[in-house]
C-alpha cells in the first residue's frame, strides 16, 4: 500500500526557517515525482514545490523561490523541502503527494490533486 508521511512542521519566527521531511513506501520511488503543497484556513490548497525523482528536475512556486529548496534522498525514500526566511504567509498545513507527473500538472498550473497519493499534513505556523 503506497504510503506517505510528512513531518518537520512546527512554531517559528518570522525569519526563520524548517525542514520539512515526507518518506516514502509501497512504490518505486525513483519512477516518481514528489511535491509539497500547503492550505492554509480558508483558502485552496496550492502547490509549494516538487522534484522528479526520475531526472532531478524541480519546480518551485513563485511565491517561495529563492527561499525554499527542494532535495531527495532515494537511497531513504525521501524528500526534503528547506524553508528559509519564512513568512507569516507562510502559515499553512504542508501535505506531501506522489505521482508520475505531478511537476508536470504544476509547472503548467492543473495540478490533479485528486489522483495523487496523499501524505498526513504537517502544520507550519510563522509568526510576526
Known amino acids: 500500500e503506497v504510503q506517505l508521511q510528512a513531518s518537520g512542521g512546527g512554531l517559528v519566527q518570522a525569519g526563520g526557517s524548517l525542514r520539512l521531511s515526507c518518506t516514502a513506501a509501497?512504490?518505486?520511488?525513483?519512477?516518481?515525482?514528489i511535491g509539497w503543497f500547503r492550505q492554509a484556513p480558508g483558502k485552496e490548497r496550492e502547490g509549494v514545490s516538487c522534484?522528479?525523482?526520475?531526472?532531478?528536475?524541480?519546480y518551485y512556486g513563485e511565491s517561495v523561490k529563492g527561499r525554499f529548496t527542494i532535495s531527495s534522498d532515494n537511497a531513504k525514500n525521501t524528500v526534503y523541502l528547506e524553508m528559509n526566511s519564512l513568512k507569516p504567509e507562510d502559515t499553512a498545513v504542508y501535505y506531501c503527494?506522489?505521482?508520475?507527473?505531478?511537476?508536470?500538472?504544476?509547472?503548467?498550473?492543473?495540478?490533479?490533486?485528486?489522483?495523487?497519493?496523499w501524505g498526513q499534513g504537517t502544520q507550519v505556523t510563522v509568526s510576526s
Open positions: 509501497g512504490f518505486t520511488f525513483d519512477d516518481y515525482a
Open positions: 503527494a506522489a505521482d508520475r507527473f505531478l511537476c508536470l500538472g504544476l509547472r503548467v498550473g492543473l495540478p490533479r490533486l485528486e489522483s495523487y497519493y
Open positions: 522534484i522528479n525523482n526520475k531526472d532531478g528536475s524541480t
